[in-house]
């Protein structure tokens, strides 16, 4: 929902005028349609950056497989990547979820898509942390 929300605020601010002078000063911005589109610009950036180092993190998950794979299939339970992969789907679902409630805080205002995207691009952020040092730590 807040996705659907920031990008159509997102469009509305583009369909004014395209111009890359026209954009939003997002080391300032002043209005709230600026803000929304700065926070929105965030979260691309956050989660661009989340998907640049997923395939490290399932690669190092694939060499931590090389040496328990067969034990974990032969036990039942998943290898490595299909437990992050698992992991992650529900990671997603909860950081969605997380944001849509946290932007409830101004339902129905014109900052709630701002405050759905701020905590999108902070918990991304969280999580590309959390898989920098679990790869640091290997």
Known sequence: MIRTVMGFSA???LGASALAE????CIDPQAQVE????AGLDYETADAELNELWPEV???AR????YVAEQAKSMGVPTTEEALRTAQRAWIAFRDA????EAYEVFGGTAQPMV???CLARLTRERVALFRQALAQR
């Open 11 to 13: 469009l509305l601010w």
């Open 35 to 38: 803000m929304t589109y700065c």
């Open 116 to 118: 759905g995207s701020l």
């Open 22 to 25: 026209d954009l939003p000063d």
């Open 63 to 66: 060499q931590d497989d090389e």
């Open 98 to 101: 997380q944001c849509d409630y």
């Open 58 to 60: 399932v690669a190092a």
